[in-house]
């Protein structure tokens, strides 16, 4: 650039990113940008996310940075989309997560006192609900709230985890093996259960879901039987 020609000031980074999405969409844009809707580009979002995650285990400030913009596209695109639809924008979809952030912190913005990790989240639980209560998204049962599309073994986990906490169950939900496990032979255990199954051409992570499903309709008919 020559000595005398002054640098071209630049617009914020996400106003420029959500212009040039809109651009993408729009006449004479992209043609594959231009053909998508909501459901077409829905995994994307979950592949950026792992993807983020194999930088962020690996260390790798460069591809976390990356990885983070690719995943900050997919929230631009589906806010574009939604616009497009007179449903919301970006603008909506950030306010919408700063009011929850202070709303859900009253400990740091307002005058409510937590004073450990547990009393934290069970203030951020109790807003939630008040939130939802009386709205088309309220959720009647204590299991409600966990991503179907989890991956399975997560989702068994998140399960186990709310019928727990909400003394829905103080057993095991199914039959433990004799065995007691350290992380590294349940590890090796888990491993060789997906090996089994891939041998008979089962996919463990839909028989894991399905099982998962089932045990979640058997907490939730003993939820309604005790008039939770």
Not at 8 to 28: H, N, Y
Not at 109 to 133: H, L, M, N, P, Y
Not at 175 to 194: C, G, M, N, V
């Amino acid at each position: 650039m020559p000595a005398n020609r002054k640098p071209i000031k630049r617009k914020p980074a996400i106003d420029e990113l959500i212009e040039v999405m809109a651009r993408l969409r729009g006449p004479g844009g992209c043609p594959w940008d231009r053909e998508q809707d909501h459901k077409s580009i829905r995994f994307h979002a979950v592949e950026e996310v792992y993807e983020l995650i194999d930088a962020i285990e690996a260390d790798d400030d460069h591809e976390m940075l990356e990885e983070c913009g690719d995943l900050l596209l997919q929230v631009v695109f589906h806010c574009q989309l939604a616009g497009e639809r007179k449903a919301f924008d970006f603008e909506k979809a950030a306010r919408t997560i700063t009011d929850k952030l202070i709303r859900r912190h009253p400990h740091v913005f307002g005058d409510s006192d937590a004073k450990d990790v547990d009393a934290v989240w069970t203030q951020w639980e109790k807003i939630k609900r008040a939130e939802k209560k009386g709205t088309q998204h309220e959720r009647p049962s204590v299991l409600d709230g966990i991503p179907r599309y989890l991956p399975s073994l997560q989702r068994a986990g998140k399960l186990v985890k709310k019928a727990r906490k909400n003394k829905l169950t103080d057993a095991p939900l199914a039959k433990p093996s004799k065995q007691r496990y350290t992380k590294a032979t349940l590890a090796k255990e888990l491993f060789a259960l997906a090996e089994y199954a891939q041998s008979k051409g089962w996919q463990p992570e839909a028989l894991l879901r399905s099982e998962t499903n089932r045990q979640e309709k058997t907490l939730r008919k003993k939820e309604a039987k005790a008039g939770r």
